[in-house]
């Protein structure tokens, strides 16, 4: 029943939202285009190109002007440009200082020699927000934007109905507004989110 319920799973998408301000997307062009479109004329990405072997909770790294820290039970491991949890069925968590509107990756399960294996993988974000999928490639793509308050975490579950299975994240992109107004809007103390009555 296991293994069913599984191939049933692998076979849809549900997306669980919730806030009417946050949009939900499965290809990285549409994401960066709507970003682009509300505002965020910058995107960044963690290639992860430049970390290997273990790592104690928090790994970091920045992102233009965004400094992201990784946790997952058991600390972190990172392979060629995946980066995973070192221990299995646990999550991996980004936080991202400071929070952005628009963030997304490639996320996808691996076992424990980095081989993608299919998996149910969970993309979810702090306020209970949350993307189910079945993926098979590391290719796969979830992204989020908000038009209403930051993103400042996003956690990615794997599960896989035959073992053990690492939630792995590779290209984990950030959308920010270009510097120029980037500064303006911490002036402005971030209003242009709000919605006019």
Excluded: C, H, K
Aim: charge should be negative.
């Amino acid at each position: 029943m296991q293994i069913r319920t599984f191939a049933a799973l692998a076979a849809t998408s549900v997306v669980s939202v919730a806030s009417a301000d946050l949009a939900v997307f499965s290809q990285y062009v549409v994401w960066e285009a709507f970003a682009a479109a509300n505002g965020d004329d910058v995107v960044f990405t963690e290639t992860f190109g430049a970390y290997d072997g273990f790592y104690d909770n928090p790994a970091s790294g920045t992102m233009g002007p965004v400094t992201w820290y990784a946790e997952a039970d058991g600390g972190l491991f990172a392979n060629g440009d995946y980066f995973s949890t070192n221990s299995a069925n646990v999550d991996l968590t980004f936080t991202l200082d400071p929070g952005v509107f628009g963030v997304g990756g490639n996320f996808f399960g691996t076992d424990v020699n980095f081989n993608v294996v299919p998996s149910v993988v969970e993309v979810s974000l702090a306020d209970g927000t949350s993307f189910v999928a079945g993926v098979d490639s590391a290719a796969a793509f979830v992204g989020f934007y908000s038009t209403g308050s930051a993103i400042s975490e996003i956690s990615i579950y794997a599960l896989n109905g035959s073992g053990d299975v690492w939630a792995t994240a590779d290209n984990l992109s950030v959308a920010v507004p270009a510097p120029g107004m980037l500064a303006l809007l911490g002036v402005a103390g971030l209003n242009r989110r709000r919605r006019r009555g």
